[in-house]
């Protein structure tokens, strides 16, 4: 047992060590050496749990993009029934202690890795589903209104994360006024 908490803690510290760098450098930038020096590893244990860093950004974004995986169908009936307190609060909850890696995961664009691409590709395809499910069939494209879908969340995410739990009724209304203007395009008789 003692063997597994050693691994989370370092591989807990070399996370957060490429996070703390990040806030000053581009992923390019940092090196490997950057890292053990921040988390203070040595480079064989970086290499004993990672094949390069990045392996280890790929890890990191795999495991944030798994954890909204695991809320999107909460979140996305939230914002389709219009309960856009209870999305960002649920959001704010959800991401818990992952805001700030979040937030900074969010500004990093590798082909392998794109945690922001994925949270977009991940909502615009429950959008597609949504709209194929409503059988609605007014001329505008699937693909369209997919996209204006997820565009309208992931700003209420961006938002989300960048400034918590503020003034919910001026936001839940403007939130609305959107969605509701995608949904009639989905669902006009509703």
């Known amino acids: 047992m003692a063997k597994d908490v050693r691994k989370i803690k370092t591989e807990r510290d ?10 000053s450098k581009t992923f390019r930038q940092v090196t490997v050496a950057d ?5 203070l590893t ?4 970086f290499y004993a749990h990672y094949l390069d860093k990045y392996d280890l950004l ?4 795999d495991n944030l993009t798994k ?9 996305f009936d939230q914002i389709i029934k219009g309960d856009t307190d209870s999305l960002v609060r649920g959001l704010l909850k959800d991401m818990g202690n992952n805001r700030d890696a979040i937030i900074i995961l969010f500004t990093i664009h590798e082909p392998s890795a794109d945690l922001e691409a ?3 590709s991940l909502l615009l395809q429950k959008w597609k589903d949504f709209i194929k499910d409503s059988g609605s069939d007014t001329g505008v494209p699937i693909d369209l209104l997919a996209s ?3 565009n309208l969340q992931m700003t209420v995410i961006e938002w989300a994360l960048a400034h918590g739990v503020t003034e919910m009724d001026a936001v839940a209304a403007a939130v609305n006024t959107i969605r509701e203007s ?3 395009q989905i669902q006009p008789d509703k």
Request: proline share 0%; hydrophobic share 50%.
């Open 14 to 23: 070399i996370q957060q060590a490429l996070l703390k760098l990040l806030e």
């Open 35 to 39: 890292i053990c020096q921040v988390s």
């Open 42 to 45: 040595s480079r064989s244990t």
């Open 58 to 61: 790929d890890k990191m974004v």
């Open 67 to 75: 954890l909204f995986a695991g809320r999107v169908n909460l979140r």
């Open 118 to 120: 994925n949270f977009k």
């Open 148 to 150: 204006m879908g997820m």
């Open 182 to 184: 995608i949904l009639i």
